[in-house]
């Protein structure tokens, strides 16, 4: 979507490049994890888990036009892409590179890929304190019964399930 303005454009003859797409993804994933109601969407967790399927569905887009009427449709797509045994890191790494190295071929403004790219970034380099899934249970001493060791996680893994999670409870 193009606006005409006179300051803060970003394209060619003073456009400024709304980015949609990445906006339109971010407000997917946003309404996927409010409906399935997963924790608060003031917690960081929550942002992983936004995040993460922001990123999922803005690069599963091979398109380049997200619609709203085949939401429903992608589900699946976006199910298999963050289920727990595919190489979703390595996917994103590789659509990331691919976007990137198509947005410098054409020399455009691409708003979108800076917000991915952004979240991405969060993605890796933030993390966050969670139960650590591999600990030998009851292996903590004077633990409580809900308690248990945690370990600090790469975002992404913590909002990948999360993700995938509200997908299914959707």
Do not use: C, K, N
């Amino acid at each position: 979507m193009l606006h005409r303005g006179h300051q803060g454009t970003d394209g060619a003859d003073g456009e400024l490049t709304v980015p949609m797409a990445w906006l339109y993804a971010e407000y997917i994933a946003d309404e996927l994890l409010r409906t399935g109601d997963l924790m608060p969407p003031t917690s960081f967790e929550f942002r992983a888990g936004r995040d993460a399927l922001a990123l999922t569905i803005f690069l599963s887009d091979t398109d380049g036009e997200l619609s709203g009427i085949r939401v429903v449709t992608q589900l699946e797509t976006w199910l298999s892409l963050t289920a727990y045994d595919q190489p979703w890191q390595d996917w994103v790494g590789e659509r990331m590179a691919q976007l990137t190295a198509e947005a410098a071929r054409s020399a455009r403004p691409a708003p979108d890929l800076e917000l991915a790219a952004a979240a991405w970034r969060w993605l890796e380099e933030t993390e966050l304190l969670a139960p650590d899934l591999d600990a030998v249970p009851g292996g903590a001493p004077g633990a409580g019964e809900d308690e248990g060791p945690e370990v600090w996680t790469p975002a992404w893994q913590l909002g990948l399930p999360l993700g995938h999670l509200a997908i299914h409870l959707f």
